[in-house]
């Protein structure tokens, strides 16, 4: 079938649900401009060849597959019960969720061996199906579409197979997470040929994207410090390029600004502190092009 190519990247996005909020913010950020309100299909984007196709996110994997979308954003979980052939362009720090195996609190089950013979329901077969494969468990396993976790009450399964995010469902139902199966986040995923083909326009988006996500994970740190204390900071910092360090007005003081990546933020001011840093001001960072 010849697909319609208008000379735009076509992104698949989920049209109403989790992961609808962050992912249309993260394009946004990245300097998108599109109408996302209301029940629309598709938008395009004003300021570049872009377009964005508002689909339910079971749907996206495939639609990358078949190259309906050259990129998608969508959970991990979904990607891999699809079994899509699909690349996986970028992790996108959002949408975190864990599928687990779970059992009824007062079953006596404690390992997953226990499971081989029993019946376990879940929306996820393939993920599950792969999961006992390599955990050499041969459980049947039943395909229910929703409220997964109440066929242990209804004596449809013995254990459930299902997202699981604070534990709550589970604890109301009578539920005990056994073991975890997967742990997923949102990722931005693409077609191959079709990203090849676009290669052009594909990496300016990419350039905006990525300038959005590395700065979301660093912050802009500014402080004072004697400067003597100049090389223990240094060793501190673990910087993506080398500090700028700025003479003061004071004497023997100098100013050093760097980027410092979030994970290891406090860590890291609690040793400039130590290493004689004062006055320290830390502020987000809107872009990063590496
Ligand atoms: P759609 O109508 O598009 O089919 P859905 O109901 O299948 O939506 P949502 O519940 O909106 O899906 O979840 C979308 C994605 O959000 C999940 O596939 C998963 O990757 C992620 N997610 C994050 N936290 C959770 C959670 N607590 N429960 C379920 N999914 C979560
Ligand atoms: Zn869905």
Redesign the pocket.
Known sequence: MKKFNNGRLKIGI??????TEQTIDLLKRSGFEFDAYGRRLFSTCRNFPLEILFL???DIPEYVQDSVCDLGIV????VKEKMAKVEVVEKLGF???RICLAVPRNSGIEKIKELNGKRIATSYPNVLEQFLEKKRVISEIVEVSGAVEITPSLQVAEAICD?V?TGTTLRTNGLRVLDEVLE?E?LLIGNLKSMNKQQKILERFLMRLRGTLVARKNRYVMMNAPKSSLEKIRKILPGLSSPTVLPLAEQDMIAVHSVVPEQVFWEVMERLKEAGASGILVTPIEKMIL
């Not at 989920?14 to 992961?19: F, Y």
């Not at 959970?75 to 979904?78: I, Q, R």
């Open positions: 989920q049209k109403n649900g989790r992961l339910r996110d079971d959970g991990e979980n979904v949408g975190m969720c997202v995010s997923s949102a």
